[in-house]
């Protein structure tokens, strides 16, 4: 079923289309001028296809930015932020006041430089870095797919909308994201280009000479281009994209800074303020006598008309859903609610004693697929893929089906040799609801995703991210494949839970904490080669959750703490054994997950820590170590990139035995008691 368009809603006849985009335009233009920064050049050229959009056929409800069945807005071009934030002052969402435009770009004001999730009520996704937009929209349209293939029409039945620049195309993502909503045949998500022709340093054709609308239609898609200041021509083709069975591109031919006597057409429209002359020549080129952030009632009226429209969309969706069986009403409000059921908790406590009683020795990887396994069935909305690395990361349950073009049942991705546009999708899974997304590939290519993993942990959004072969200890694949600086550098990300589990239990206990965390994206690095599982059944507390904890606590008090992470406590625990042989008393301390713990109490981590020296133990370079080492502690880790040989020829090499340990605690001992005589 097609949702009917709103086209054929009666508006008030007082004021035109071009009333109506200009309001758009000039709330752009004052809002930057007032700023002294900003991009008005883009919300001035796109007013037109955005007027036609929200008045003819976006499905929203300001009264309630967040209902489940609205389509979603997409802004992939976020520097023009003030096109949206225009937007949605005029339909009425609360808190977008003309108080809040007057303070574009302004310390503590809803209206930042580029949209922000959760910081705007009607802001779908934080957009500004090109590309990540249409990419994350994939994920928003290939999640109301498949939420529709579960629940059906009368839950599920919107859009996903899409402006993008030339910006936005030129990004290698993009080529990533378009393939793969192609491939998928997601008929539900409309891109509109700003095809403008101007990028910052002048005319496009300075770097880029594609045929965007070849470009598309050879990954699968319908393609068709418009004067992108006709109306009539926008309308008709957003209605023939609403129609196909295939995504759409509508290459909107716009005049950036439209308007503008003497800035548009041009880059210097593009991201700086107009100018007071500049302003008035607009004001008057477009016959527009209102002062600054002025809006004339029957323009105002006829927008907030538009707003209210959608109301009764709402209210006439929350009584179809209220007339069902409760039968198909439960699990759709389940998939919705962000709290896991109470099947997950009893399978995921099974999975870890299990682990506990059995001990195996598996890589984590291979506890990580037995975890997937294990609560697959217990949580319905559990969604797997991976960058065509699904053998190794194994990441697909027993029980998941792929999804595959025009079968929208399954919940597992194979997102092809994709990485990026896999990160960026999940982000739109995860924005879109419904779905708990993660996606596996090596840790070597986190940075390939990197850009999209920052955007999850910048929105606070649940994404976890399956990154196995950890370090040299995958062995003769070689340095281009053995991550040593990517835990430094995810760790340094803000608000990235980044798991480094040492054994079954701990990975168990890192995917539980994965699942709980709401509003942290997670990655989990876990090993290829094999781990002794060292932890016991120890009640219901989840250790990981602590991010470092005590592992062996010797008697008599502490000479040495070691700490390690992953692989390497094994390490470590061998070495204690050295050390305890010559009469040093040494600690053990997994740290699973710094970030955890930097949020634990004083007390806490410094009971943990100790107060003697302490040594790190890590096969990854040394990063920010040094903040729990201390000036007396020493890491024994990588200071280089890897080499082709197996496993344990590496470890030798490269000093991250047990052996080493124990004679860097003995340095570190001896210094210390130099220091103190």
């Known amino acids: 079923m097609?949702?009917?368009?709103?086209?054929?809603?009666?508006?008030?006849?007082?004021?035109?289309?071009?009333?109506?985009?200009?309001?758009?335009?000039?709330?752009?233009?004052?809002?930057?001028?007032?700023?002294?920064?900003?991009?008005?050049?883009?919300?001035?050229?796109?007013?037109?296809?955005?007027?036609?959009?929200?008045?003819?056929?976006?499905?929203?409800?300001?009264?309630?930015?967040?209902?489940?069945?609205?389509?979603?807005?997409?802004?992939?071009?976020?520097?023009?932020?003030?096109?949206?934030?225009?937007?949605?002052?005029?339909?009425?969402?609360?808190?977008?006041?003309?108080?809040?435009?007057?303070?574009?770009?302004?310390?503590?004001?809803?209206?930042?430089?580029?949209?922000?999730?959760?910081?705007?009520?009607?802001?779908?996704?934080?957009?500004?870095?090109?590309?990540?937009?249409?990419?994350?929209?994939?994920?928003?349209?290939?999640?109301?797919?498949?939420?529709?293939?579960?629940?059906?029409?009368?839950?599920?039945?919107?859009?996903?909308?899409?402006?993008?620049?030339?910006?936005?195309?030129?990004?290698?993502?993009?080529?990533?994201?378009?393939?793969?909503?192609?491939?998928?045949?997601?008929?539900r998500l409309i891109v509109l280009f700003d095809d403008n022709e101007i990028s910052i340093d002048g005319a496009t054709a300075l770097s880029c000479s594609d045929d965007q609308l070849a470009r598309f239609k050879a990954s699968?898609?319908?393609?068709?281009?418009?004067?992108?200041?006709?109306?009539?021509?926008?309308?008709?083709?957003?209605?023939?994209?609403?129609?196909?069975?295939?995504?759409?591109?509508?290459?909107?031919?716009?005049?950036?800074?439209?308007?503008?006597?003497?800035?548009?057409g041009t880059e210097k429209a593009h991201g700086a303020p107009l100018g007071t002359e500049?302003?008035?020549?607009?004001?008057?080129?477009l016959d527009w006598p209102h002062g600054p952030f002025e809006i004339p009632e029957s323009v105002l009226g006829q927008w907030r008309g538009i707003?209210?429209?959608?109301?009764?969309?709402?209210?006439?969706?929350?009584?179809?859903?209220?007339?069902?069986?409760?039968?198909?009403?439960?699990?759709?409000?389940?998939a919705l609610n962000r709290n896991l059921p109470c099947g997950y908790t009893r399978a995921i406590a099974q999975i870890r004693d299990c682990f506990a009683t059995e001990r195996p020795n598996i890589a984590s990887r291979q506890a990580s697929q037995l975890v997937i396994d294990a609560i697959a069935e217990a949580l319905p909305n559990f969604l797997g893929g991976s960058a065509d690395l699904t053998h190794s990361n194994l990441t697909r349950a027993k029980t998941q089906q792929p999804v595959r073009p025009g079968q929208f049942e399954g919940s597992y991705i194979h997102y092809g040799v994709r990485e990026h546009a896999m990160a960026a999708a999940m982000n739109g899974i995860a924005l879109h609801g419904g779905f708990i997304p993660y996606g596996g590939t090596f840790l070597t290519f986190a940075d390939y995703s990197r850009p999209a993993i920052r955007l999850a942990a910048l929105m606070g959004i649940r994404v976890i991210h399956v990154m196995t072969h950890d370090s040299i200890g995958l062995g003769e694949d070689g340095p281009t494949h053995q991550p040593v600086e990517h835990l430094a550098s995810l760790r340094a990300i803000p608000n990235l839970l980044v798991f480094r589990p040492a054994d079954a239990v701990e990975t168990a206990e890192a995917w539980d904490c994965a699942l709980r965390s709401q509003t942290s994206p997670s990655v989990l690095c876990l090993s290829r080669q094999g781990l002794p599982t060292f932890r016991e059944a120890g009640g219901d507390a989840n250790r990981v959750a602590l991010g470092a904890y005590v592992v062996v606590e010797p008697e008599g008090g502490r000479d040495v703490t070691?700490?390690?992470?992953?692989?390497?406590?094994?390490?470590?625990?061998?070495?204690?054994?050295?050390?305890?042989?010559?009469?040093?008393?040494?600690?053990?301390?997994?740290?699973?997950?710094?970030?955890?713990?930097?949020?634990?109490?004083?007390?806490?981590?410094?009971?943990?820590?100790?107060?003697?020296?302490?040594?790190?133990?890590?096969?990854?370079?040394?990063?920010?170590?040094?903040?729990?080492?201390?000036d007396s502690g020493e890491f024994v880790g990588m200071t280089g990139f890897g080499a082709s040989a197996p496993a344990e020829v590496l470890y030798r090499e490269f000093g991250i035995t047990a052996d080493a340990v124990a004679k860097a605690a003995l340095r570190c001992i001896a210094r210390s008691k130099m220091a103190a005589a």
């Open 2 to 187: 097609t949702a009917p368009a709103l086209a054929s809603i009666e508006s008030r006849p007082d004021a035109t289309h071009a009333e109506m985009a200009n309001a758009i335009r000039f709330l752009a233009i004052d809002a930057v001028e007032k700023a002294k920064s900003g991009h008005p050049g883009m919300p001035m050229g796109m007013a037109d296809v955005a007027t036609v959009l929200f008045s003819r056929f976006l499905k929203f409800d300001p009264a309630d930015p967040a209902w489940p069945d609205r389509d979603r807005f997409v802004l992939s071009a976020g520097h023009g932020s003030m096109l949206l934030y225009a937007l949605l002052h005029l339909t009425g969402h609360e808190g977008v006041t003309s108080d809040q435009l007057r303070a574009f770009r302004q310390w503590g004001s809803k209206t930042p430089g580029h949209p922000e999730y959760g910081h705007t009520p009607g802001v779908e996704t934080t957009t500004g870095p090109l590309g990540q937009g249409i990419a994350t929209a994939v994920g928003m349209a290939l999640a109301e797919r498949l939420m529709n293939a579960r629940f059906g029409d009368d839950f599920v039945d919107h859009y996903t909308y899409v402006i993008a620049g030339d910006g936005c195309l030129m990004e290698g993502l993009s080529h990533e994201a378009i393939s793969l909503a192609g491939h998928l045949g997601l008929g």
């Open 220 to 264: 699968g898609w319908l393609a068709s281009r418009v004067d992108g200041h006709d109306p009539e021509a926008i309308a008709a083709a957003i209605e023939r994209a609403r129609n196909s069975d295939r995504p759409s591109l509508i290459a909107c031919r716009t005049v950036i800074g439209f308007g503008a006597p003497n800035r548009q």
């Open 278 to 285: 500049e302003i008035a020549r607009t004001r008057a080129a």
């Open 307 to 334: 707003g209210a429209r959608g109301h009764a969309a709402r209210r006439s969706w929350i009584e179809r859903t209220r007339r069902l069986n409760v039968s198909p009403r439960s699990p759709f409000h389940d």
């Open 562 to 630: 070691l700490i390690a992470t992953g692989s390497e406590v094994s390490i470590a625990l061998h070495a204690a054994e050295l050390l305890k042989s010559v009469s040093i008393r040494a600690a053990v301390i997994s740290a699973p997950c710094f970030d955890l713990f930097r949020e634990q109490p004083r007390e806490y981590r410094a009971e943990v820590l100790g107060d003697v020296p302490r040594i790190g133990i890590e096969a990854a370079v040394e990063g920010d170590w040094a903040r729990w080492l201390g």
